[in-house]
């Protein structure tokens, strides 16, 4: 007798249970699946991979994460000292195009006065001698 009524206690939290819960406890996929509108079916059908994959990522991510950080951190490490080579290399760059630029307007500089000087006459016969076998 005292087995019946643990089995029907049992059974009567079962049903309680059931009543509470939004599945049922002992339901296989395809009775808990059965009052659920068939937009729902469908999507559920459609979308288990991404679903799947989804869930994975939450499940796995606090035990991969640990094993990723330090291949993460060699990876930045790498990009940082690739960043500041390249700063290195384009300063060194500009600074060279600037004394190239510089030395350019100097010649320019340069040829522009030697022009208003012979349209001016500042020259001697000599300095003009001169200057015509040192200009190629």
Not at 7 to 13: D, E, H, I, R, V
Not at 71 to 100: H, N, Q, R
Request: charged share 15%; net charge positive; hydrophobic share 40%.
């Amino acid at each position: 007798m005292t087995a019946q009524m643990n089995q029907n206690s049992n059974q009567n939290s079962l049903e309680l249970a059931n009543k509470n819960l939004p599945v049922p406890v002992n339901q296989t996929w395809e009775q808990t699946t059965q009052n659920l509108p068939q937009q729902v079916k469908q999507t559920l059908i459609q979308h288990r991979v991404p679903i799947a994959m989804g869930v994975g990522a939450v499940v796995l991510t606090p035990i991969l994460l640990p094993l990723l950080k330090p291949v993460a951190k060699a990876t930045i490490k790498t990009g940082v000292s690739l960043l500041e080579k390249t700063k290195g290399a384009l300063a060194e760059t500009v600074e060279v195009f600037g004394d190239i630029v510089a030395e350019a307007k100097a010649e320019v500089a340069a040829e522009t006065q030697h022009k208003a000087n012979l349209k001016a006459g500042a020259y001697s016969q000599q300095e003009l001698n001169t200057n015509k076998s040192a200009t190629p």
